[in-house]
């Protein structure tokens, strides 16, 4: 994974202090609060590291909740997808499909048993006016240039005299073509919501029996009296019961997440659903084709199910928000065959988009960002749906690339109900915001119950593993040169600069700070 670094640093520039924004949960005006930068490119390998370490993006914003006071706490979840099991109203949204597919069937939505709608995370929507600052702020083209003209001359210093080290600049073994002003994909987040709980058992009245096990239970006990062996006496002495049969057949076992999604249609079946996978990136020409019909999409779902008025969901924050991101493509030879970025997941059903799961691949995740969906097949639970489906995608990854393993769902915030759905997909992990370790979740709800905020390692002796360090080897990019913080606070005397340097690597972590470049103006 190293060797990714090198072909394409991160870069990055931070914005020093805590920004205050409304809280989209509690409504809170000024409750939200959270730390930001803009990322002018990232790898994959920098933003999985980051997510470890709880931060999200919207876009090229990438910004970390203050856990510890922000109104609402929002904790990175994952999902173990290996170990996924659907539950049985994941089942029946699934079954739900199949029967509008194979027969045209159309069901009233029931309300409680649907995911919320997708929503931005609370931040987000405080960020676009940020963002839209930002865009006029970075002169993207005129840093690329720099950097360029950076490492080039870089290359042809070191090319002159290689055995002269330079204390005062950190030289880069490669040049880096034009990275700042990419138009790769971006990120948001999707939710759904917590399903309905069955009615459980009637514990005071025995369990129902299938007539086939009454058959197959009378035919051993008719087999054992008839064995001279007397196997039947011992069974009894043994007070083992007469239930006790060989294991089921496979036929019996319950249906795998693939098999329910996956199962066979009629050839005269009413309706053809397709999953396209697409690389956001206006390269791609499966993604210009579609860009039109997509935006259309994005249109009709917000105005509809967040009632944005139509300037607010117009082209430019539809490619800002979805279609544009940080993340450099990567496609190495021991990655997944579609490589690792954003992604633009289609839900073509007949022959026109109805829905669009966004997601980020990377080494170790897929990472839903955000789901927009035609509003006229709300009574599909498309929500629930594309969530299996990205959960069935990331088993299907991990065939070929094992230690991608897991499928993130953005934040946990346990203090709003509305958002709480997310744990229902089990087993699953919180990310304790104190030492970045993953605890089940079964550990961490109940402190959840008496306090917004928990440090869920329970090892009072635990510290951050990954914090900064050493933070003079934060790498810098000031006035076309790359060099460690220590040489570049050598000709800065202001103290509070220092100060913003160590705020962002305490919370990048030292590997991310040594690997990222920090532009300062």
């Known amino acids: ?43 994959v390998q920098d933003y999985q590291d980051l997510i470890d370490r709880g931060w999200r ?29 659907p539950s049985k109203s994941h089942k029946k949204v699934l079954k739900k499909m199949l ?140 007070g083992q019961a007469l239930t006790s049969f060989p294991p089921k057949a496979k036929s019996n076992q319950p249906k795998s997440l693939e098999e329910l999604i996956f199962e066979s249609l009629p050839e005269n079946a009413s309706h053809k659903l397709e999953v396209r ?12 084709s579609s860009f039109s019909q997509s935006f259309s999409l994005y249109v009709k779902y917000q105005m509809a199910i967040h009632q944005d008025p139509p300037d607010e969901c117009g082209k430019t924050e539809f490619t800002r928000f979805l279609c544009s991101s940080p993340l450099e493509a990567e496609n190495p030879p021991n990655g997944p065959e579609c490589g690792y970025g954003s992604f633009h997941q289609q839900y073509w059903l007949d022959g026109k988009i109805i829905a669009v799961g966004v997601i980020d691949i990377l080494p170790y995740c897929v990472s839903s960002v955000y789901l927009y969906y035609d509003p006229d097949y709300s009574f599909l639970s498309l929500g629930v749906y594309s969530a299996l489906r990205e959960i069935a995608f990331t088993r299907q990854l991990h065939e070929k ?37 993953w605890v089940p979740i079964e550990q961490c709800l109940p402190p959840l119950e008496n306090s917004k905020y928990c440090r869920f390692n329970q090892d009072p002796e635990a510290v951050d593993q990954g914090r900064s360090k050493e933070p003079d080897r934060v790498r810098v990019f000031h006035k076309k040169a790359i060099m460690p913080y220590g040489v570049y606070k050598k000709h800065r005397k202001d103290p509070s600069e220092e100060a913003t340097v160590v705020q962002y690597a305490s919370l990048v972590g030292q590997v991310c700070s040594e690997r990222m470049l920090l532009f300062r103006a």
């Open 1 to 43: 994974m190293a060797s990714w670094s090198a072909l394409s640093p991160s870069i990055v520039e931070y914005f020093e202090g805590e920004d205050f924004y409304r809280c989209g949960y509690c409504k809170n005006e000024s409750g939200s609060r959270s730390n930001g930068m803009w990322a002018h490119s990232m790898t």
């Open 57 to 85: 993006r919207s876009g090229r914003y990438v910004y970390k909740p203050v856990m510890n006071q922000t109104c609402c706490p929002q904790y990175t979840i994952r999902c173990r997808p290996l170990q996924f099991q």
């Open 99 to 238: 029967k509008f597919l194979a027969k045209g069937e159309l069901f009233r939505r029931n309300y409680e048993d649907e995911p919320m709608d997708s929503t931005m995370e609370d931040a987000v929507a405080g960020d676009f006016a940020l963002i839209n600052k930002l865009d006029i702020k970075c002169d993207l083209k005129t840093l690329s240039s720099d950097l360029k003209e950076s490492l080039e001359c870089d290359k042809k210093k070191k090319e002159k005299n290689s055995k002269k080290e330079d204390s005062k600049e950190l030289t880069y073994s490669q040049a880096i073509e034009e990275k700042l002003g990419s138009g790769e994909p971006s990120h948001s987040i999707k939710a759904h919501l917590l399903p309905k709980p069955g009615k459980g058992a009637d514990l005071s009245k025995p369990p129902c029996r299938k007539a086939k096990e009454i058959r197959k239970e009378r035919k051993m006990l008719k087999l054992m009296q008839q064995n001279p062996a007397g196997e039947f006496e011992s069974f009894q002495a043994q």
């Open 277 to 288: 996978l697409v690389p956001v990136s206006f390269e791609d020409p499966e993604f210009k």
């Open 401 to 437: 690339t094992s230690q991608l393993s897991y499928y993130y769902m953005g934040f946990y915030i346990h203090s709003c109900p509305k958002m709480k759905y997310k744990g229902q997909y089990r087993p699953s992990d919180l990310l304790c915001p104190e030492t970045y370790v």
